[in-house]
């Protein structure tokens, strides 16, 4: 069993920074792809990005050039960062382990709500 757990959630000034972290345990990540993802209140869920095992990434046009994923496999987590907020980006944001696809993970964490005022 794979356990997820976000910080790094909060509000914040549109035009400003977050970090959000995702702490993995049960399962060392650094074989796997993992994945972070939103969820704004009536919407579907939507993919923000992915890392994969190799270290490439992907991005959704929506924060590309503005968010980006690392991973620190030594601490068995996986980061985003997110520059230039804007008040659209507002939502939970979780992320996934051992993710196929833009829309296919196993394993999901609790979530960490993101607040961007205008």
């Known amino acids: 069993q794979v356990q997820l757990v976000e910080s790094g959630g909060g509000l914040v000034q549109a035009g400003g920074s977050l970090r959000l972290s995702c702490a993995a345990s049960g399962r060392t990540i650094s074989s796997y792809d993992m994945g972070w993802f939103r969820q704004a209140p009536g919407k579907e869920r939507e993919f923000v990005g992915r890392?994969?095992?190799?270290?490439?990434?992907y991005y959704a046009d929506s924060v590309k050039g503005r968010f980006t994923i690392s991973r620190d496999n030594a601490k068995n987590t996986v980061y985003l960062q997110m520059n230039s907020l804007k008040p659209e980006d507002s939502a939970v944001y979780y992320c996934?382990?051992?993710?196929?696809?833009?829309?296919?993970?196993?394993?999901w964490g609790q979530g960490t709500q993101v607040t961007v005022s205008s």
């Open positions: 996934a382990f051992r993710c196929y696809s833009s829309t296919s993970c196993d394993y």
């Open positions: 890392i994969r095992w190799s270290l490439n990434t």
